[in-house]
């Protein structure tokens, strides 16, 4: 039974459209039979009395081609998503098989990270722009793009997630290996860098604490500088957090 919608053919079995009766009736046929049961295709071939066409067989034909296409191309795209799911499963596993690992921890990376080079970037701009800055040119030698040597990485396979190499304590005790950070465990980091940097802050004053105490100038820049390594107040720790996060996430960035 034909079924016209806004002037087109539809198949009940599959829903496909056709603008033209003739290419509808060419595949009403075939897609009627191939969506019936096992049993009631071997009882309609036993009672068939009519040899088709040629015509008829190569329309079919036709039309199994189509579909076949189509469940290939289904099922490299399935393929492909599996193997993303599989990549996303094994990423840790994957390195710390690898017999290459970072010359440092994580945790070493971070706390000898240059604060009292970079506070001055956090004077001449914010907070968030020495946070990135800092963590971007790293410590050690190793900044954000010696992958090879680099203690923190993220892949594409899975968004925004940071992988690090740090010790952690097991049921064997304290080993050091790679390890999947959460959001909350990055931000925790994130808020030790910018109190690093307010220790630091603390150290430039006890520097320039006689001309801050005679000099208004200094005493202006004074204030200005502590305002910024606070933070703006327009934004909370978490909102800062989450830009970084993303930011990193974006330079850091690879295939894995």
């Excluded at 016209?4 to 060419?26: A, F, H, I, L, T």
């Excluded at 603390?202 to 910024?228: G, H, R, S, V």
Aim: one cysteine or more; aromatic letters at 14%.
């Amino acid at each position: 039974m034909e079924f016209m919608k806004q002037g087109k053919y539809s198949c009940n079995y599959c829903m496909r459209e056709y603008k033209e009766k003739y290419n509808y009736d060419r595949h009403i046929g075939f897609c009627e039979f191939s969506h019936k049961s096992m049993k009631e295709r071997e009882s309609e071939i036993e009672a068939f009395d009519k040899i088709p066409t040629v015509n008829e067989l190569f329309h079919y034909i036709k039309e199994i081609s189509v579909r076949v296409d189509k469940l290939e191309k289904e099922n490299t795209h399935l393929k492909r998503l599996l193997n993303i799911e599989n990549k996303k499963i094994n990423i840790i596993d994957q390195l710390n098989y690898s017999t290459h690992k970072p010359p440092i921890t994580f945790t070493q990376w971070i706390k000898d990270l240059d604060y009292g080079k970079y506070i001055y970037n956090i004077f001449d701009n914010d907070l968030l722009n020495g946070m990135l800055e800092c963590c971007c040119r790293g410590s050690h030698g190793i900044d954000i793009y010696n992958k090879e040597n680099l203690p923190i990485r993220c892949f594409t396979q899975k968004p925004n997630v940071f992988f690090v190499y740090d010790e952690i304590t097991s049921s064997d005790g304290k080993i050091i290996q790679w390890t999947m950070l959460n959001g909350k465990t990055i931000d925790k980091w994130l808020n030790y860098i910018a109190h690093a940097f307010l220790v630091q802050f603390k150290y430039w004053c006890d520097e320039n604490q006689t001309e801050i105490d005679n000099d208004e100038a200094k005493k202006e820049q004074y204030f200005n500088n502590y305002k910024k390594v606070l933070g703006s107040t327009k934004q909370s720790d978490e909102i800062r957090n989450l830009r970084i996060r993303q930011k990193l996430y974006s330079a850091m960035k690879s295939e894995f």
